[in-house]
């Protein structure tokens, strides 16, 4: 986003209480003005809601796995200024980890 920062964000849906605090949101508050321009890599591609936001405020996204569920692209068509695919195993098995170990972490306790 900005030429001389990487910034780092996740989801914190969840521990905000905050429906739209997903991380390409929370990337897009804290980069302000400053994101038009930028590139946002994402490991799973953006939802209809980042996808606007993204959008509007100029950002390039660069995607790994396709979200079959939620995403903009693959499951709305919706045309944007983003390129899937990369790196789309890699981001594919730290997606399914993550989410073993949530399910996991769920079931001992």
Request: hydrophobic share 40%.
């Amino acid at each position: 986003m900005l030429p001389d920062r990487v910034l780092r964000a996740h989801n914190r849906v969840e521990g905000l209480r905050d429906p739209t605090a997903h991380a390409e949101m929370l990337l897009l508050r804290e980069a302000g003005p400053e994101a038009r321009g930028g590139r946002l890599y994402v490991t799973l591609e953006p939802c209809l809601m980042c996808h606007h936001a993204l959008a509007q405020a100029g950002v390039e996204v660069v995607y790994g796995a396709e979200n079959l569920k939620e995403g903009a692209l693959t499951r709305f068509g919706l045309p944007t200024r983003a390129r899937g695919g990369v790196r789309e195993r890699e981001c594919a098995k730290l997606l399914r980890d993550f989410f073993a170990r949530l399910r996991e972490g769920c079931r001992s306790g």
